[in-house]
């Protein structure tokens, strides 16, 4: 393959689910992946987070930090932790509907470097605007085989995986 | 293009010329006359040019009536050398369902300028169009990038993010933008804002990603 271009590896859908989970996701073929993801939800107020999986395709509960940017129509908020069990507040949907997402994905399987993730979304639903830019960490250098996107219950969700050949 | 049924490749006599399935014996020349097509498959994820629009000067708006939003769930806008011949200004983005264009008040964005130590978020949930941060300033150009999904999702909202560095002082800026409209997008028009004309450099260029 070309050197540089965009490979799509995986490609999950589903619908009326509250998690995805992105199973096997991430490879040795890779360092930085490119993910999309594009979807409705049903409920109000969703603060959508993101939990990396392990090399069993098990969810991590720890180890999270992050800082992210969130701005609703013009009033400016920053979900941050230096701390947690997740990464939360990936996509915020004020009152459900539309959202979309872009995520890049650093060093998931190698075994001597933090996994790394930056984010920018976009939603919107008939009560507001919403635009959240920002990234995060997970602080293990354990390898990371996919993800989990849950918090929310989604009338449909499509995530695109694509590895960035180097 | 004419469809390419049965002019190219060959093993079998038929072979399958279609995206996504192909099959068959095919010279290169063959390759690229169906990529031309959009009728071949290639490597899923890579990022495919649709048109580059170049606006002569005056102009006040540069259409993409061809985006193949049936092809591609997400279409990638690069922006370089935007600028009008009237003022500072920044760049607006409408939609067009079944070729007309919907300039109803069916639009939202917001955004952030960020400069050296300031930030100056601007948002609108009901407008006519969907005003980005991508914008020239005295002097100087802008550049920026947007990416579209779900255009041709007709139960879907049209999403936009944006990115963008602007000005002599070096300000970026992020955001995006949502046309509320449920319905299949399948053109895009680009102005330079405000109701201004483009300059003679803005070089306007639309990618989709192939997923299939």
Redesign the interface.
């Known amino acids: 393959?070309?050197i540089g271009?965009?490979?799509?590896?995986k490609?999950v859908s589903d619908t009326s689910v509250t998690s995805i989970d992105v199973t096997d996701a991430f490879t040795a073929s890779y360092n930085l992946y490119h993910i999309?993801v594009?979807g409705?939800i049903t409920t109000t107020n969703s603060l959508i987070d993101l939990r990396f999986l392990d090399s069993s395709n098990t969810a991590i509960t720890s180890g999270y930090r992050y800082g992210h940017?969130l701005?609703?129509?013009?009033?400016?908020t920053e979900p941050q932790s230096t701390s947690d069990t997740t990464i939360q507040k990936i996509i915020v949907v004020n009152n459900g509907?539309?959202?979309?997402a872009?995520f890049f994905v650093y060093n998931p399987f190698s075994n001597s470097d933090y996994t790394h993730i930056a984010l920018?979304?976009?939603?919107?639903s008939s009560a507001?605007?919403?635009?959240m830019?920002g990234g995060g960490v997970l602080t293990t250098t354990a390898q990371v085989k996919g993800f989990t996107i849950y918090d929310a219950t989604f009338s449909n969700i499509?995530i695109?995986v694509?590895?960035i050949k180097d | 293009m004419a469809n390419k049924s049965n002019e190219y490749g060959f093993v079998p006599s038929s072979p399958t010329q279609a995206r996504g399935a192909n099959t068959g014996v095919f010279e290169v020349n063959d390759v690229i006359d169906l990529l031309a097509a959009s009728q071949w498959s290639g490597t899923f994820g890579n990022l495919e040019l649709i048109q580059t629009i170049t606006p002569a000067v005056h102009d006040t708006e540069a259409d993409f009536d061809t985006i193949y939003e049936s092809t591609y769930d997400t279409h990638f806008l690069t922006v370089c050398n935007l600028g009008n011949v009237n003022g500072q200004s920044e760049m607006w983005i409408r939609f067009k369902e079944g070729g007309v264009l919907n300039s109803g008040t069916n639009y939202a964005y917001n955004y952030e300028l960020l400069n050296q130590t300031n930030n100056t978020p601007v948002g609108s949930n009901a407008t006519t169009y969907m005003r980005t941060i991508i914008r020239n300033e005295t002097g100087s150009n802008g550049y920026g990038v947007v990416w579209l999904y779900g255009l041709g999702n007709s139960s879907s909202y049209s999403v936009a993010t944006v990115h963008s560095g602007l000005g002599a002082q070096g300000h970026g800026g992020q955001g995006g933008g949502t046309f509320y409209v449920k319905s299949a997008v399948n053109g895009i028009r680009i102005t330079p804002g405000n109701n201004y004309a483009f300059n003679a450099e803005t070089v306007l260029s639309l990618y989709g990603i192939n997923t299939v």
């Open positions: 393959m070309s271009q965009l490979e799509l590896v490609s999309i594009q409705h940017r701005l609703e129509l013009t009033t400016n509907d539309t959202f979309a872009r920018h979304t976009q939603a919107f507001n605007i919403t635009n830019r499509d695109d694509y590895g």
